[in-house]
């Protein structure tokens, strides 16, 4: 099993790819709810990467 | 845990694949960003072509349409020394049919578009081809200006791409051990902020760009998809055909007998496009017309109906073979468009980011420490990723 050590690494990225593949997909095959849900599943990674590039660093 | 040895195999693969397609990666995202947008951007160029209004005495022919052997007469009125290759409906507008005209049915570069009006027949316009900012990025994103060796040789770039997306994945976990997800490291170094952005952007947009990285070399296969697919299958349909010449023009029976005939055979499908005889989609005796389902996944998915070309009926309607099926639900894949306005814009935004995930890329390589060219220490795994720890201690993997 994985550890401690590694789940805190690829927890973060894991999620972020499978939302991703849902997104990718969703839309792929339906039209509405998948085209809203691919927005959405695109675009946290998007909102997650503008949040960390821009936030000031934490006093460690 | 990775040891130092197989960390430093990994890092030389990042390195290197990474190194030898960034120029062009950029080159392709750059390229890529307009053509995102390519529709939007010939509707404020003017490039697209409209439907006319009808005038009040052919207001009554709003719902009419005439046959598509009216259209061709229309089509090829403008260059009568040309043949149709190809022909089909407008996906913008239901009132409007497009024309490819070419010298000869062999894939040339040579050709013309036209818009035929389905209600009159009349000719509307002929669309800008080979000429334009639009065109240059195009080309720039598709082969280079170099045809099918282009087309091939960034395939093979996409390829190198892949390979340093693995191995950057596999690099993110030493380099991420001290450090918690999204942390950039703004105190140190300028070298180490833009280390740590590029891990960040890096493992954010894996998946996107993996995706679009793979779907775009297998685009680069297409046309020799298609022409082993014409070997190896459509020669076995049209083997009764063996040895008789293409059917000239004169002997060719209505197309929109043709046309119907598919239509009757392919229930609850639309016609997608056609590909008239000798052409790169068609055999020297058939009209082929590709058809296609209505639900968002179907409607990427084509039926060819061989169509006999002096008579109409219908030869064969062979599946697709599994590898054109792959490359034809991956193409929205690559090109973004099949979740809207919002889906594009998102589309930009990571393509974007990659541009930036490569830009740094290249920059940790130009500033390198002084030293760190030659080969790394046996107990550093790469002065990189002993800068990027903190104080300078010994990474425990390089211990191992």
């Known amino acids: 099993m994985l550890s401690p050590e590694s789940r805190r690494l690829w927890a973060w990225p894991t999620a972020i790819g499978v939302l991703s593949t849902s997104g990718l997909l969703s839309a792929l095959v339906s039209d509405h709810w998948g085209d809203v849900w691919s927005w959405f599943a695109l675009g946290l990674p998007v909102l997650v990467m503008a949040w960390f590039s821009w936030r000031r660093e934490r006093s460690a | ?400």
């Open chain 2, 1 to 400: 845990m990775l040891s130092s040895r197989s960390i430093r195999i990994w890092t030389w693969l990042h390195k290197w694949t990474s190194l030898i397609c960034t120029l062009f990666m950029l080159l392709l995202c750059l390229t890529g960003l307009p053509l995102i947008f390519h529709h939007e951007i010939g509707h404020l160029l003017g490039d697209e072509i409209e439907a006319p209004e009808l005038p009040a005495d052919k207001a009554h022919l709003a719902n009419h349409r005439v046959d598509a052997d009216t259209m061709i007469k229309a089509a090829l009125s403008t260059h009568p020394d040309r043949i149709v290759q190809f022909a089909g409906q407008s996906d913008d507008d239901e009132r409007l049919w497009w024309f490819t005209l070419t010298p000869t049915p062999a894939p040339t570069d040579d050709y013309k578009s036209v818009a035929v009006d389905v209600r009159t027949g009349e000719l509307v316009g002929q669309y800008k081809v080979g000429e334009g900012f639009m065109d240059l990025m195009f080309r720039l994103h598709v082969d280079l200006f170099a045809g099918l060796p282009g087309k091939l040789f960034l395939g093979f770039m996409g390829l190198l791409l892949l390979i340093a997306l693995v191995s950057g994945v596999v690099l993110y976990a030493p380099f991420m051990r001290k450090l918690d997800f999204g942390d950039v490291r703004r105190g140190r170094s300028t070298r180490i902020k833009w280390l740590d952005l590029h891990n960040l952007l890096g493992i954010v947009t894996l998946v996107w760009l993996f995706v679009v990285g793979a779907t775009g070399m297998i685009n680069t296969w297409a046309d020799l998809l298609v022409k082993y697919w014409q070997y190896a299958e459509v020669g076995t349909l049209i083997a009764p055909y063996k040895d008789q010449p293409l059917v000239p023009a004169a002997e060719r029976g209505p197309l929109q007998q043709a046309l119907d005939n598919a239509k009757a055979a392919a229930p609850g499908m639309k016609m997608s496009f056609i590909a008239f005889p000798g052409t790169s989609f068609s055999s020297p005796h058939h009209n082929t017309v590709f058809m296609r389902g209505d639900t968002p996944l179907t409607s990427k998915l084509l039926k060819p109906m061989l169509m006999d070309a002096r008579t109409g009926a219908l030869t064969a309607s062979p599946d697709l073979p599994w590898y054109l099926t792959a490359l034809l639900v991956s193409q929205p894949l690559h090109f973004g468009d099949y979740g809207g306005m919002p889906m594009k814009i998102i589309w930009a935004l990571l393509d974007i980011a990659s541009i930036i995930v490569l830009g740094s890329g290249l920059y940790l390589w130009l500033r390198k420490p002084h030293g760190a060219r030659r080969a790394a220490s046996a107990r550093a795994a790469t002065p990189a990723l002993e800068e990027s720890l903190d104080d300078g201690k010994q990474p425990e993997t390089a211990a191992a």
